[in-house]
């Protein structure tokens, strides 16, 4: 199956800024997402306990090169990749389910970014979760790979892979 999978940064996107996130307990395909609510943002800030965690360069070729990697070595199609300050988007086709493809990305990341030694022992780097969106039809591919590629700003570090 083929997979858009977003995930972000720990402390980025926090539930009741308003940014088309859904409640935790309520987060199948058909909820609705949360409306702004500050008094709900402030909340969530206040139970991190470290600071938000962001991208740089470095960080965010070592992420990219770690989701190049997962792809290689699970043998799995890598289609378009982008990495940003506070998030990251892949458009994947693999044999496993999404959400256990996340949850290497992330390990595979986390792995790199040790490797860089750039951030202090047990530093918290993604969100708890992330979105996982199957991809049933050829368009929806297509319609993926450009919003990773072409509809998030400035390019940072990003990975165009197979054509469709």
């Known amino acids: 199956m083929t997979y858009l999978i977003t995930f972000a940064c ?24 949360l409306a702004p609510n500050p008094k709900l943002a402030r ?20 992420v990219l090169a770690s989701i190049v990697e997962v792809c290689l070595h699970r043998k799995w199609d890598l289609l378009a990749a982008h990495v940003r300050k506070t998030h990251v988007h892949v458009a994947v086709r693999a044999a496993a389910p999404p959400e256990r493809a996340m949850l290497e990305f992330k390990a595979y990341a986390s792995r790199q970014l040790n490797l860089l030694g750039l951030d202090v022992p047990g530093r918290k780097r993604w969100s708890r979760h992330g979105s996982t969106r199957w991809l049933k039809t050829t ?9 990773v590629l072409e509809e998030q700003g400035r390019p940072m570090s990003v990975y165009a892979g197979l054509p469709e």
């Open 10 to 33: 720990y402390g980025c996107h926090l539930h009741g800024e308003g940014d088309g996130t859904v409640h935790r307990t309520d987060n199948l395909k058909s909820a609705p997402f």
């Open 43 to 62: 909340a969530e800030l206040r139970l991190m306990d470290q600071p938000l965690y962001e991208l740089d360069q470095p960080r965010r070729e070592s």
């Open 139 to 147: 368009g929806a591919v297509s319609a993926a790979i450009q919003y």
